[in-house]
T-cell receptor
Framework: LAKTTQPISMDSYEGQEVNITCSHN???????ITWYQQFPSQGPRFIIQ???TKVTNEVASLFIPADRKSSTLSLPRVSLSDTAVYYC?????????????FGSGTRLSIRP | DARVTQTPRHKVTEMGQEVTMRCQPI?????VFWYRQTMMQGLELLAY????????DSGMPKDRFSAEMPDATLATLKIQPSEPRDSAVYFC????????????FGPGTRLTVL
């Protein structure tokens, strides 16, 4: 199972673009990269998932270099409501033996 | 707007008592997960089911925890006997794919064992 490493915390300001990078040096060929967001007193919420290159949806973009040993979650023009913990997960889409590890996540704080 | 529901939302009990937490997954989802979250350990996977069959419960203390899916609309997590160290928020999540497909989390059950 690929271990992930993320910054413990990040700070930014409203209107800025925020990039959170996750390292996963041991990523396997069949592994996907998934990001979740968690607000206080709520369960995590799926943000985005990708395998390689770039994926974009209505809330974020995910950049994955060719070697796939890292990935970057990009949040465009953040607002105060983006203050949350962000988790990077790596794993096989359909492995019954896979053990999900959310890790400590990155605590993002957005200031006015 | 389909959601995972969990009951109870809060539970305070005394050490030694049995605790049962319930989860209703989103209709049509065939994979159900139970997680525990604490400040010290973060979010830990306890067990997951596919098509109601347990696939992995290696994260669960076997001597006191048990997880079941009596039917497709109900998943239960039981602790007997409960201990203060079991105090945590317990989340249920459901999805259509395996562990690394999109998971939809419930609001959680906050358990306090005195």
């Amino acid at each position: 199972l690929a271990k992930t490493t993320q910054p413990i915390s990040m700070d930014s300001y409203e209107g800025q673009e925020v990039n959170i990078t996750c390292s996963h040096n041991n990523i396997a060929t069949n592994d996907y990269i998934t990001w979740y967001q968690q607000f206080p007193s709520q369960g995590p919420r799926f943000i985005i998932q990708g395998y390689k290159t770039k994926v974009t949806n209505e809330v974020a973009s995910l950049f994955i270099p060719a070697d796939r040993k890292s990935s970057t979650l990009s949040l465009p023009r953040v607002s105060l409501s983006d203050t949350a913990v962000y988790y990077c997960l790596v794993g096989d889409m359909d492995s019954s033996a896979s053990k999900i590890i959310f890790g400590s996540g990155t605590r993002l704080s957005i200031r006015p | 707007d389909a959601r995972v529901t969990q009951t109870p939302r809060h539970k305070v009990t005394e050490m030694g008592q049995e605790v049962t937490m319930r989860c209703q997954p989103i209709l049509g989802h065939n994979t159900v997960f139970w997680y525990r979250q604490t400040m010290m350990q973060g979010l830990e996977l306890l067990a997951y089911f596919r098509n109601r069959a347990p696939l992995d419960d290696s994260g669960m203390p076997k001597d006191r925890f048990s997880a079941e899916m009596p039917d497709a609309t109900l998943a239960t997590l039981k602790i007997q006997p409960s201990e203060p160290r079991d105090s945590a928020v317990y989340f249920c999540a459901s999805g259509r794919m395996g562990p690394n497909g999109e998971q939809f989390f419930g609001p959680g059950t906050r358990l306090t064992v005195l």
